[in-house]
Nanobody, 129 residues
Framework: QVQLVESGGGLVQTGGSLRLSCAAP????????MGWIRQAPEKEREFVAV????????YYADSVKGRFTISRDNAKNTVYLQMTNLKPEDTAVYYC??????????????????????WGKGTLVTVSS
């Protein structure tokens, strides 16, 4: 069973920064695309960022470009999301996700399950104004 465990969420003021981590304790992530999806209260899930297997290609939602950075350390089986200049509209539960295939940026934004096959339980990020 795939297990993805997020950490690093919390309360931060507008303009602040947070770094989310996603650990995969029971299998290697090196063979998978890894990404972050978020869901704000009373809204649908939204693609945030994705990285391919070796981290050489990354895609971001327009709403986070220039502010968020996704990275991965395959040796540590961990994926990160560095979030800077946070805004109240970034408030959401952030889910780490894994995909067996790597798709186009358009598919990650609009495709089925945002191109992901497995999801963690999420970590809450709250940005106060």
């Amino acid at each position: 069973q795939v297990q993805l465990v997020e950490s690093g969420g919390g309360l931060v003021q507008t303009g602040g920064s947070l770094r989310l981590s996603c650990a995969a304790p029971n299998r290697a992530i090196s063979g998978y695309a890894m990404g972050w999806i978020r869901q704000a209260p009373e809204k649908e899930r939204e693609f945030v960022a994705v990285t391919n297997r070796n981290g050489g290609t990354t895609y971001y939602a327009d709403s986070v470009k220039g502010r968020f950075t996704i990275s991965r350390d395959n040796a540590k089986n961990t994926v990160y999301l560095q979030m800077t200049n946070l805004k109240p509209e970034d408030t959401a539960v952030y889910y780490c996700a894994e995909g067996e295939a790597f798709f186009s940026e358009t598919y990650y934004n609009h495709g089925e399950n945002h191109g992901m096959d497995y999801w963690g339980k999420g970590t809450l990020v709250t940005v106060s104004s």
